[in-house]
Each structure stands twice: as structure tokens, then as C-alpha cells.
């Protein structure tokens, strides 16, 4: 799938775990103003790949107030403006998974550009990497595009964040890097991974920072719990759900 839509730089896609849930319905209504039709409450979502990185930037909107956020926009922020005008949709604030240059590079500019919105996460433990973007940038020899970053809001484990009236529980899951979070929609049964887990692998812990053992615990203590049917979108390559991952990925098989 991922390899097949290359060259097309905007992904639209609509996975089934998207529908319209019961709880969602309630979540959304309690977030609309009493005028606005509560049939369809379901999240849309596109995928813009960022930076030399290949980063899956994200949108995510309400599919019936077209309001929605960017998360991890880590460079390229002319073509996450040009996507987000392509969709349609007016974004309320911005979300960070972790503080890695390819995810949160394009923040600052980004936010600036739309009106300063609101950036949410990660976890402060990776406050000082995001500080660091620049530097990192240079070490990887693609200096000058991805700038430093802060936050707004600070996460921690057990937080929710909203988003169009949608929420998300707060995982802290560290080991890819000490401040990821995994942010997960109960009513919609879907999760946005950052680089915790991806389709038929883990994120990178050779990085300074990293544990192994802290990203393994994580997945199998707060992750596979999830859900086998959760869907989600992680910070590169494919979508999964937790089920296949934890059928067939050999980290945690
Ligand atoms: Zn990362
Ligand atoms: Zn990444």
C-alpha cells in the first residue's frame, strides 16, 4: 500500500476502525454547538510525508466541522499548509508524539503560520532534544529546513488531549526517545503511534536517550493492551493495528 501510492504526496484514507462510534457520537455532540448535525462524528485523516525522513505528517479532522490538528509536522510546512488547504479543514492545534527533529522541525513555523495555535506534547523529557533540532539538523546534512521546537502543554501519562471535541488518552511510552507519547481514541478505537511501533517493527533505540528495554516494556504493557482492533498511524511506513502487530512483529511476537 505504502509503496504503491508513491509519488502522490497527499494520502487520503478512511480505515474501517474510523466509523462512527456510539461514544463518539456523544463526544462530539457534547463539543458542537446544538445547531450542528451530530450523524456523522467520524475522524478523516491524510498523510503528508515530511522531511528526507519520509515522516508521516498527519491531519486529522472531524469529517462534519472539518476542524482538526497537524501532528508531527516535522518540515516541509509548505506542503502541510498546501494539504491542509487542499482538505479544507481549519486546524486548532498542533500535536507532538515526541520531540525527534523529523517530527517536530516544522512546528514553530507551522504554528506561526497558522496563527499561532496551540502545539500539545510530548512528554517534557524530550524538551531538551527538541531544543537541539538545529544541531541535529546539521549532524544529519540537511541543515537550514527544520528548526527547534517547545511546547504548550507539556504531557504526562494519563493526560487527554482534544481534539474538534474528539479525545485522546495520553500514553507515556519512553524508550524510542524518553518523552514519546502514544495518544489513543477510545471511542474510535485508533491511536496515533509516533515511532513507538510500526508495521513489522520498533522504533530505533540507538540514539542517546534510548532504552530498549523501556520501548519493549512500554509496547507490552501499555500498547498491546490497547486493543487488538485499534488502528493506528505511526511515524513512518504503513498503518497497522495493534492485532497484526501483535500477531506478527517480531519485537514483541
Ligand atoms: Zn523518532
Ligand atoms: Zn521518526
Same mark, same amino acid.
Given at each position: 500500500?505504502?509503496?504503491?501510492?508513491?509519488?502522490? %504526496?497527499? %494520502?487520503?484514507?478512511?480505515? %474501517?476502525?474510523?466509523?462512527? +462510534?456510539?461514544? =463518539?457520537?456523544?463526544? $462530539?455532540?457534547?463539543?458542537?454547538?446544538?445547531?450542528?448535525?451530530?450523524?456523522?462524528?467520524?475522524?478523516?485523516?491524510?498523510?503528508?510525508?515530511? /522531511?528526507?525522513?519520509?515522516?508521516?505528517?498527519?491531519?486529522?479532522?472531524?469529517?462534519? /466541522? #472539518?476542524?482538526?490538528?497537524?501532528?508531527?509536522?516535522?518540515?516541509?510546512?509548505?506542503? $502541510?499548509?498546501?494539504?491542509? *488547504?487542499?482538505? +479544507?479543514?481549519?486546524?486548532?492545534?498542533?500535536?507532538?508524539?515526541? +520531540?525527534?527533529?523529523?517530527?517536530?522541525?516544522? =512546528?514553530?513555523?507551522?504554528? =506561526?503560520?497558522?496563527?499561532?495555535?496551540?502545539?500539545?506534547?510530548?512528554? *517534557? =523529557?524530550?524538551?531538551?532534544?527538541?531544543?537541539?533540532?538545529?544541531?541535529?539538523?546539521?549532524?544529519?546534512?540537511?541543515?537550514?529546513?527544520? #528548526?527547534?521546537?517547545?511546547?504548550?502543554?507539556?504531557? @504526562?501519562?494519563?493526560?487527554?488531549?482534544?481534539?474538534?471535541?474528539?479525545?485522546?488518552? &495520553?500514553?507515556?511510552?519512553?524508550?524510542?526517545?524518553? !518523552?514519546? @507519547?502514544?495518544?489513543?481514541?477510545?471511542?474510535?478505537?485508533?491511536?496515533?503511534?509516533?515511532?513507538?511501533?510500526?508495521?513489522?517493527?520498533? +522504533?530505533?533505540?540507538?540514539?542517546?536517550?534510548?532504552?530498549?528495554?523501556?520501548? &519493549?516494556?512500554?509496547? #507490552?504493557? #501499555?500498547?498491546?493492551?490497547?486493543?487488538?482492533?485499534?488502528?493506528? &498511524?505511526?511515524?513512518? !511506513?504503513?498503518?497497522?493495528?495493534?492485532?497484526?502487530? %501483535?500477531?506478527?512483529?517480531?519485537?514483541?511476537?
Amino acid at each position: 500500500m505504502y509503496g504503491a501510492e508513491k509519488g502522490r %504526496r497527499l %494520502r487520503i484514507f478512511l480505515p %474501517r476502525a474510523l466509523s462512527v +462510534g456510539q461514544n =463518539a457520537k456523544n463526544e $462530539i455532540g457534547a463539543a458542537m454547538t446544538a445547531s450542528s448535525p451530530a450523524a456523522s462524528s467520524r475522524f478523516n485523516a491524510a498523510i503528508v510525508p515530511v /522531511t528526507p525522513f519520509q515522516q508521516n505528517c498527519t491531519l486529522l479532522w472531524d469529517e462534519t /466541522t #472539518k476542524v482538526g490538528c497537524v501532528v508531527d509536522p516535522g518540515g516541509d510546512v509548505p506542503d $502541510i499548509l498546501a494539504a491542509i *488547504k487542499e482538505v +479544507g479543514i481549519r486546524i486548532e492545534k498542533i500535536l507532538l508524539t515526541h +520531540g525527534h527533529l523529523d517530527h517536530v522541525g516544522g =512546528a514553530a513555523e507551522l504554528k =506561526a503560520a497558522l496563527g499561532n495555535v496551540p502545539i500539545e506534547g510530548p512528554h *517534557k =523529557a524530550d524538551a531538551m532534544i527538541m531544543a537541539n533540532v538545529e544541531k541535529q539538523a546539521a549532524t544529519y546534512g540537511v541543515p537550514g529546513t527544520m #528548526k527547534n521546537a517547545t511546547s504548550d502543554r507539556w504531557l @504526562v501519562d494519563g493526560d487527554t488531549v482534544s481534539v474538534a471535541g474528539h479525545t485522546f488518552e &495520553i500514553l507515556h511510552c519512553p524508550g524510542h526517545s524518553p !518523552g514519546s @507519547v502514544v495518544m489513543f481514541n477510545r471511542a474510535q478505537r485508533f491511536a496515533l503511534m509516533g515511532d513507538v511501533l510500526f508495521q513489522g517493527s520498533i +522504533g530505533r533505540t540507538d540514539l542517546p536517550g534510548c532504552s530498549h528495554d523501556q520501548l &519493549i516494556t512500554a509496547i #507490552k504493557t #501499555k500498547v498491546l493492551p490497547l486493543g487488538d482492533d485499534v488502528t493506528f &498511524i505511526c511515524g513512518h !511506513g504503513p498503518t497497522s493495528t495493534i492485532g497484526e502487530e %501483535r500477531l506478527s512483529n517480531p519485537y514483541i511476537a
